[in-house]
């Protein structure tokens, strides 16, 4: 499902898919329902904890294959930000 | 002959003394005075500071003498044994690590002279009355002015809040900021507005009644920028990856409290008669106190494995860390729990049999799953991890560099006698990514077993010519034992992968339950990694060697999980228990620690050579050591079983 440095794949397509991932993934953690979740809020004003965002990173690298910071959510804590930093830093591309 | 990162710890035992006789500095009447009069140890932490311990503190990098964790836990063990009070008062030392970890080059310099020059101590300003372990939840702010921060709020309960001249503040820079909104700052008290800061009373505890807790306050309390650790906003970082360095060291504090329970238990046993017999002859008692030496070996291997493979597995210790720290003090206190029993009523005495030393040091030792991170806070910890660390093993089951290297790293996290690389705090990570050695490694330690085994059919030329000197039958047994812990990692790791995962703290009572067995398959492998790795080291004895205490240390601890076959071969464990009841008697008999390593205690000596604090000052290699073998036996367990103050 995902590949890095895929050409074909553009950066705002791949943003637009981690975002997907990433709102799945705490809606599913937090159990909200995804579409009350804004991709521009803090994490942490839907509960998301410390080691929760940890632990999500985790569930990141596992997804992309690729070695994160494990503060990524500390650092970048809404889903846009951190989405874009990835992409920007990593050269994270998603198909 | 003694391991070289054992001499330091040998030194300070036998410079403090036999802790029987009432005239040495930690006698175990004296500390109970101190326990009973709640009343803080200033003197034994001064001789402490002239002894020079603070300097193992202290990485050689900054000017002090530390080099490795495995001497670091086995001279808070030679602490802590007498007094955990005093061991734990003096190791709040081990928050220093923050500063190594994170300090600028002038914060690592100034610390080092307040703790060598100035006999500085510390403490750990993190949690809060209201708030517990959620650091993120904490009230205490740091606000921003000119040249600094204005700290405000309370932090309690803290031990040696007020008895310290340095303290380690978390404090919230940024309302905010979220998890990137705290900050740690090293904070020097004589530098302070004394008007500014306060110290809360002493509060009034079960166990390690002498301490200091307390706690302290700040009002507009005013601290330069100089004192704040580590970036501003990195303060949640550094405090997690700081209680992976300090949960490990904790065990120590355990492992003593037990060495000492059992010494004492067993000045009771091997004398008392009852129905004309020895308590220790009566088979119940003789088993209770042989599983209980094995439960202490098995945390032995655990804890020794983990202060050794800081140095070498250092970013693996979110995982490592939180084993060690629920694991040792847990199965600990169910040691003393257990061996009281033998003891009978005299472990509840307060001034009968040793001081009472018995009831002291289980009140005392009591806090410690709790502080630091409590048993439920490290299983969590562990929970969070347990879906990566299944997936890490299928991945690197492709990888054969990799488990190559996983095997490299486990030899030299348990070869006692290689030498560990320097420990590098700027390795640790919050998370280990998967990775476990003992756990990955499971495979290729059975291999190594099996190389053992069946020599002619190896490929193991190395190990092939050791076989031959092996005791094959333990080694069936260990291999038989270790099949079955791969079994249940891969049964769990199973049930883990095709479970829904939970995040954050709604984990469910059984996923704390697997937790509990995650600990014990790494404890098992904990144990057959030592083994392997020291089985020829002539310094740990033949009752090591052999390697019966590994099979019924693998045997207890799967005992959780199954029946074994082995149970059912009652001559044959007969045999191998009662082997390990002979070694336990031995190493009572002279006067030597409970421990998979051959450790020295001091001997009674006669009152008039006793030179309490005739060290202070002198560097510890220039002190005679006087650990020849027990021959004082006659006088040390010559006046048990009664009332023991010799």
Known sequence: MQQLQNPSSSESESVLKIQSWLVEQIADVLSLDPTTIDVKQPLTRYGLDSIDAVTLVGDLEDWLDLELPSTLLWDYPSIEKASAYMVEEFDVAVD | MTLTQYQLAEQLEQALGNPQQAESLMSFQHTAELDEAEQFPHEEIAWLYNWGLQNYYIPTACSGKFTSFEEFVAFVRVLSRRDLNISIAFTTLFWSFLTWMAGSDAQKERL?????????????????????????????????????????????????????????VLARTDPEGGNRGLSLFMVEKDLLDAGQYYNLPKIKTHGIRAADMSGIGFSDCFIPDSMLLGKEGHGLELGLKGFQITRALCAAFSQGAADTTMRTTLNFAV??????????D??????????????????????????????????????????????????????MKETSVVLGSRF??????????????????????????????????????????????????????????????????????????????????????????????????????????????????????????????????????????????????????????????????????????????????????MWLHNRELAELGDFFMKGEWLVVSLHRLLAHFRMTPLLSTGNLQASYHENVAQELLRLHKEDKMFSIVPFQLATPQPVASQSNGSHAGQSPSDQSQSNQPSTQEAISHATAPEPQLI
């Not at chain 2, 904490?138 to 932090?155: I, Q, R, W």
């Not at chain 2, 009566?282 to 493979?309: E, K, Q, W, Y």
């Not at chain 2, 005495?349 to 410690?368: N, P, Y």
């Not at chain 2, 320097?422 to 919050?430: A, H």
């Open chain 2, 282 to 335: 009566m088979p119940h008692a003789r088993r209770t106190l042989s599983n209980a030496f094995i439960d202490m070996l098995i945390c032995d291997c655990v804890n020794i494995g983990a202060a050794r493979g800081f140095h070498v597995a250092t970013d693996q210790f979110s995982v490592w860390s939180a084993v060690d720290k629920y694991f040792v003090p847990v199965t600990l206190e169910q040691v």
């Open chain 2, 112 to 168: 080092s002279h307040l703790m060598r020059e100035e006999h500085t101590a510390m403490c750990l300003a993190y949690s809060e009355r209201e708030h517990g372990s959620d650091l993120v939840g904490g009230s205490v702010t740091a606000t921003k002015v000119d040249g600094g921060y204005l700290l405000n709020g309370e932090k309690w309960p803290i031990n040696r809040a007020t008895i310290s001249g340095v303290t380690y």
């Open chain 2, 348 to 529: 509840y005495m307060r001034d009968e049999h040793d001081s009472g030393v018995f009831q002291k040091a289980l009140r005392d030792s009591a806090i410690i799953s709790m502080f630091d991170g409590s048993s439920v806070v490290n299983l969590h910890a562990l929970i969070l991890q347990r879906r990566q660390l299944a997936k890490a093993r299928v991945r690197i089951r492709k990888k054969p560099e990799k488990l190559a290297a996983v095997q490299n790293r486990l030899a030299q996290s348990f070869s006692l006698a290689q030498p560990v690389p320097t420990f590098e705090p700027t390795k640790l990570e919050l998370i280990s990514r998967g990775a476990d050695d003992l756990m990955q490694g499971i495979e290729g330690t059975i291999a190594k077993l099996e190389a053992l085994h069946e020599p002619s059919e190896s490929s193991l030329d190395s190990l092939r010519s050791d076989a031959s000197t092996s005791d094959q039958t333990v080694i069936s047994q260990v291999l038989e034992l270790s099949r079955i812990i791969l079994e249940e990692l891969d049964a769990q790791d199973e049930q883990i992968t095709q479970s829904a995962f939970e995040h954050g703290h709604d984990q469910s009572f059984e996923s704390f339950e697997l937790a509990k067995h995650y600990c014990r398959l790494h404890a098992a492998m904990a144990c057959i990694l």
């Open chain 2, 271 to 280: 004398h008392r008669k009852l129905y004309n017999k020895t308590v220790i």
